[in-house]
Each structure stands twice: as structure tokens, then as C-alpha cells.
């Protein structure tokens, strides 16, 4: 099944990627994730942009602001896909605002906001989604 890697095209960007660019903390891996983050096709998944944010927030002690900020830099390039661009800016607005809701919840509340209906019992939520 070697064949099939040819068939997408572009890089599925993992936490690690992401946070190496965005910190910069380890020099040679830093430059090769700029390589890859600034010229080639890459994707970014909701469960990755999930792991970042933790990571980024808990381990690195991050304001959410400042996450908020990088995460939009990076994800708002030509060369970036992520899947309901407009899901996400909405869930990152939420979490810098919000930081009672962790960023899961966030992600719920950036699909409410984009039409879709949500299901929860989680009260903190229930209020940002006007469902109390």
C-alpha cells in the first residue's frame, strides 16, 4: 500500500510541528517544521489543534490569547487546510474569551456558531450556548 501516501496531497501537520514552530525552542527541529509549515501543502486536523492548544496552555503556561493569535497565523495561510475555517476562528475566539471553557467545548461552541446544533449537559456550556 506504499502507493497510497502519493495519493493525498500535502502534509497532515502533527502537535509536535506545530508547537516546535510556533516555539521555537529546539533550533533544528524548529527549521525544519518552518520548512515545511511555509512552503509546502499542509493540513491540520481538529484533534491535533486540540493536542496543541493543551499543550501549549498547560505544559508551556501560554496565555490563551497568545495561543489564540499563533494558531490563527498559522492556520489562516493560503497553503494551510483545515476543515471549517470558520468553526475553528469562532472556537478560538471562544477559548481566549472564555476561560472558563477549555478548548473542546470551544470547538463545540464554534460549530453552534456556524449553524450546526449541539447536544450537552455541561452547564458552562449550556449558558455560552444560551440553552439553559
Not at 493543551?54 to 496565555?63: D, F, T
Not at 477559548?95 to 458552562?124: E, H, I, M, N
Request: proline share 2%; with cysteine; aromatic share 12%.
Amino acid at each position: 500500500m506504499k502507493w497510497l501516501r502519493n495519493i493525498v496531497d500535502g502534509y497532515i501537520l502533527d502537535a509536535n510541528y506545530i508547537c516546535r514552530y510556533l516555539l521555537a525552542d529546539q533550533q533544528e527541529q524548529f527549521v525544519t517544521a518552518k520548512d515545511l509549515i511555509d512552503n509546502y501543502k499542509c493540513s491540520v486536523k481538529y484533534e491535533i489543534l486540540e493536542e496543541v492548544v493543551y499543550v501549549l496552555e498547560r505544559l508551556y503556561q501560554i496565555p490563551r490569547n497568545e495561543i489564540k493569535t499563533s494558531l490563527i497565523s498559522i492556520l489562516d495561510r493560503a497553503n494551510i487546510h483545515i476543515k471549517s475555517r470558520d468553526v475553528v476562528n469562532s472556537s478560538l475566539i471562544a477559548y481566549s474569551d472564555r476561560p472558563k471553557l477549555d478548548f473542546v467545548d470551544c470547538l463545540l461552541y464554534g460549530y453552534y456558531k456556524s449553524g450546526y446544533k449541539v447536544a450537552t449537559f455541561d452547564r458552562k456550556l449550556q449558558k455560552k450556548l444560551n440553552i439553559v
